[in-house]
């Protein structure tokens, strides 16, 4: 019993997800063109912000998605060594926490869609990090081969 109620309430305040790559070689290019068609392909809207420091990639949802929020994918580093973190959820999680403070005030549909979006969220971000561990192994030391 203990053990699902910390573990809903993890999912309610889980921190964003980022994951390093060390020694890939990685074009980072072309990984951030495959993670935009990963998008694009689920009927998402992209955009593409970046500097010196960082890619940036902005993914919205559209009336196809459950989801109520942005997603942001954060890309930074070298070809060998380079880190991603997927942002999302924060939305999601206050809509369900507002929803569970005001239920007697009929903030259920609050907290109905906010825990559809949080579905629709990790599922698409299981999904995400299946694809780029599939895509990162592609595509390793094809940052060398372009010189």
């Not at 369900?96 to 005030?105: K, P, S």
């Amino acid at each position: 019993m203990r053990k699902s109620f910390y573990s809903t309430l993890f999912k309610l305040f889980k921190m964003k997800m980022e994951d390093r790559w060390i020694n890939k070689g990685v074009d980072l290019s072309v990984l951030i063109n495959h993670l935009m068609q990963f998008f694009e392909k689920r009927k998402f809207v992209t955009s593409l912000e970046s500097s010196e420091e960082e890619y940036h990639i902005i993914v919205a949802p559209t009336q196809h998605h459950d989801i109520l929020e942005t997603i942001h994918i954060y890309i930074s580093g070298r070809p060998d060594d380079f880190k991603v973190r997927f942002d999302a959820g924060s939305l999601s999680r206050a809509l369900v926490r507002r929803g569970i403070l005001t239920t007697f005030l009929g903030g259920g549909i609050l907290t109905l869609k906010g825990l559809k979006s949080q579905e629709a969220l990790e599922k698409l971000e299981r999904e995400f990090w299946n694809y780029l561990d599939r895509v990162i192994w592609s595509l390793a030391n094809s940052a060398s081969s372009k010189c």
